[in-house]
Every structure is written in structure tokens, then in C-alpha cells.
């Protein structure tokens, strides 16, 4: 009887183990109650808000705000080689340094006496200005001409405190456009006989101008062994035949004179209407302006 409870007790072992399985899926197990999730500490962001926190080593020391100090992307804006978001960008990289320090803390106030030192170039704290002038006649560019004829100088004086130059030449009877500023670069630039800006120029000749001569000048021509492009010629409409309207680029005003001397006619009178985008618009004889911000970032484009 025992024997017979023991086989059948081991048959009923094997016959629950050889039960073919089912189809139907388990049931999922219950998840095991689980407490607060341990965070693992991020060394690497510690690590750099420690940076952060600490004072590099090649850091200017700050220092408490003084009289008269500036920050440093605008101190290099008026230094006139780049804009302030350009300098926050050279700041950024180190390349700009203060009393030999790099400085890479973007809102760094400079004070007075401070030396900047922008991609080892040390730079000049005076800002650039630029002033446009509309000159009227009896007043040149040239400082050797005299005491009868006066220095357009004078026009814009009590303009700024800057040390300021024409760009270019005019001479007493040339009227027009003319630009002064304190940026040397800029004066080179359109100076130079290779800038490519565009002067307008309205001329009043001795005489009416033939239709044969306009369309040579419009061809171009050759003086003094240098040939003259010309951009472009007409006649003014409105006016008579003597008053000439003339585009092009070089930067001697003497050029448009000797143009229409080489056809044998007498120049009254020169005015420069337009200079390198630049017009006389609300802009009377004899008064001046400064350059709008757009204005000064398109000449140095040009």
C-alpha cells in the first residue's frame, strides 16, 4: 500500500511535469517595491561648474566698477576693427588680451589707462567718427594754397574732438560730397587707384557738349599714358546741353576735369553729387552730418 501511494504520488509528479503548456501568456510578475532612485553624481558636470567657479589661473582679476570704464566688446567696436558682437567672439577665443592678461569674461569693464591688445594689434581708444560734408566753394583740401582760400576744415569744426582728414582731394571750385573721419584705413582705402567705388558727378562746361564727344568719353579714354574707364556719360535732362552728368571711379577729382579738357572744353564747375552710395539728400551747401551706423558698414563693404 505504501508502494502503491509512492508510485502514485511519482506518477502524479510525472504526469503534472509532462502537462503539454499552454498557449496563453503568464502572467506578468508583480515589480518588487522599489525605493528612491539613487543618482549617480555626474563628475564631469561637477567638474565644470567647479571650473566655473574657480578663477583660471590666465584670467584678468576683476575689478570694482571706476569712472569712465567701458566694456570691452565696445571698446574694440570703437576702435573701429570690428562690431561689438565680432569682438565678443574674439573675446570668447582669447584673442584678446588686457595689460597682457587674456581676457575671455564676456562684459569686462576696461578703465582709463587700461592697454588693449586685439590679435596683437594694440588698439586706440578713440572712436571713429565719420562726417559727411556737402563743400561748397572757396575751400580746399590742401593746407599750401594760402591765405585767400579757406581749409574745409573749418566747415566741420566744433564737429568732434577727433583728429580728423578729408578722403580724397577737392579743390576751391570742385563742390560736393566730401567724407572726413579719423580712420586712417578708411582714407587709404579711397585713396587708393584701385578702389572700385562709384563717384557721380555733375560738370558744367564752357560750352554745349557734342553727341560725338559724350559717346567717346563713354567709350573711354587715355590720359597721360592711364586709361580712364568711364561708367557713364549723359546729358542732364532739364538742363542745357553744357551740363554733363559723369560716373565713375577714380578717386582724383582732377581726372574729370582733364576728361573734358582732352575735348577742348573749359570745366566751370565740378559738384559732386553721390560718393560711394553716399548722397547730398536734406543735405544743404555748406552743412554736414554724421554717417548713420547702416552708412558706415556699407563704405567699409565697398
Given at each position: 500500500?505504501?508502494?502503491?501511494?509512492?508510485?502514485?504520488?511519482?506518477?502524479?509528479?510525472?504526469?503534472?511535469?509532462?502537462?503539454?503548456?499552454?498557449?496563453?501568456?503568464?502572467?506578468?510578475?508583480?515589480?518588487r517595491a522599489?525605493?528612491?532612485?539613487?543618482?549617480?553624481?555626474?563628475?564631469?558636470?561637477?567638474?565644470?561648474a567647479?571650473?566655473?567657479?574657480e578663477?583660471?589661473?590666465?584670467?584678468?582679476?576683476?575689478?570694482?566698477?571706476?569712472?569712465?570704464?567701458?566694456?570691452?566688446?565696445?571698446?574694440?567696436?570703437?576702435s573701429?576693427?570690428?562690431?561689438?558682437?565680432?569682438?565678443?567672439?574674439?573675446?570668447?577665443?582669447?584673442?584678446?588680451?588686457?595689460?597682457g592678461?587674456?581676457?575671455?569674461?564676456?562684459?569686462?569693464?576696461?578703465?582709463?589707462g587700461?592697454?588693449?591688445?586685439?590679435?596683437?594689434?594694440?588698439?586706440?581708444?578713440?572712436?571713429?567718427?565719420?562726417?559727411l560734408?556737402?563743400?561748397?566753394?572757396?575751400?580746399?583740401?590742401?593746407?599750401?594754397e594760402?591765405?585767400?582760400?579757406?581749409?574745409?576744415?573749418?566747415?566741420?569744426?566744433g564737429?568732434?574732438?577727433?583728429?580728423?582728414?578729408?578722403?580724397?582731394?577737392m579743390?576751391?571750385?570742385?563742390?560736393?560730397?566730401?567724407?572726413?573721419?579719423?580712420?586712417?584705413?578708411?582714407i587709404?582705402?579711397?585713396?587708393?587707384?584701385?578702389?572700385?567705388?562709384?563717384?557721380?558727378?555733375q560738370?558744367?562746361?564752357d560750352?554745349?557738349?557734342?553727341?560725338?564727344?559724350?559717346?567717346?568719353?563713354?567709350?573711354?579714354?587715355?590720359?597721360?599714358?592711364?586709361?580712364?574707364?568711364?561708367?557713364?556719360?549723359?546729358?542732364?535732362?532739364?538742363?542745357?546741353?553744357?551740363?554733363?552728368?559723369?560716373?565713375?571711379?577714380?578717386?582724383?577729382?582732377?581726372?574729370?576735369r582733364?576728361?573734358?579738357?582732352?575735348?577742348?572744353y573749359?570745366?566751370?564747375?565740378?559738384?559732386?553729387?553721390?560718393?560711394?552710395?553716399?548722397?547730398?539728400?536734406?543735405?544743404?551747401?555748406?552743412?554736414?552730418?554724421?554717417?548713420?551706423?547702416?552708412?558706415?558698414?556699407?563704405?567699409?563693404?565697398?
Open positions: 500500500m505504501n508502494n502503491k501511494e509512492g508510485n502514485n504520488k511519482k506518477s502524479g509528479g510525472r504526469a503534472n511535469s509532462s502537462r503539454p503548456s499552454s498557449n496563453k501568456p503568464k502572467p506578468a510578475m508583480q515589480k522599489q525605493g528612491p532612485k539613487k543618482v549617480k553624481p555626474n563628475t564631469k558636470v561637477a567638474e565644470a567647479a571650473d566655473k567657479v578663477k583660471k589661473p590666465n584670467q584678468a582679476p576683476k575689478r570694482p566698477k571706476v569712472k569712465d570704464e567701458i566694456r570691452l566688446n565696445k571698446y574694440i567696436s570703437n573701429g576693427v570690428c562690431s561689438r558682437r565680432d569682438a565678443d567672439i574674439y573675446i570668447q577665443s582669447g584673442n584678446v588680451k588686457v595689460n592678461i587674456p581676457v575671455t569674461e564676456m562684459g569686462y569693464m576696461v578703465k582709463p587700461d592697454v588693449v591688445n586685439f590679435d596683437g594689434a594694440t588698439l586706440t581708444p578713440e572712436k571713429k567718427v565719420y562726417i560734408l556737402n563743400k561748397p566753394k572757396n575751400f580746399t583740401t590742401a593746407l599750401d594760402g591765405q585767400e582760400y579757406r581749409n574745409v576744415l573749418e566747415l566741420v569744426k564737429s568732434t574732438t577727433a583728429k580728423i582728414g578729408a578722403v580724397g582731394r579743390d576751391k571750385n570742385t563742390t560736393g560730397l566730401l567724407l572726413f573721419t579719423n580712420d586712417t584705413d578708411m587709404r582705402k579711397f585713396t587708393l587707384p584701385t578702389n572700385k567705388s562709384s563717384k557721380i558727378y560738370v558744367s562746361l560750352k554745349n557738349l557734342k553727341f560725338e564727344d559724350l559717346e567717346k568719353i563713354q567709350k573711354g579714354l587715355v590720359l597721360d599714358g592711364h586709361r580712364v574707364f568711364v561708367e557713364d556719360v549723359s546729358y542732364i535732362e532739364g538742363e542745357a546741353k553744357s551740363e554733363i552728368g559723369l560716373k565713375l571711379r577714380s578717386a582724383n577729382v582732377k581726372v574729370v582733364s576728361i573734358f579738357e582732352h575735348f577742348s573749359d570745366v566751370l564747375r565740378i559738384d559732386r553729387v553721390a560718393f560711394a552710395g553716399l548722397t547730398k539728400k536734406n543735405l544743404p551747401r555748406g552743412n554736414w552730418r554724421l554717417l548713420t551706423e547702416q552708412e558706415i558698414i556699407n563704405l567699409k563693404n565697398v
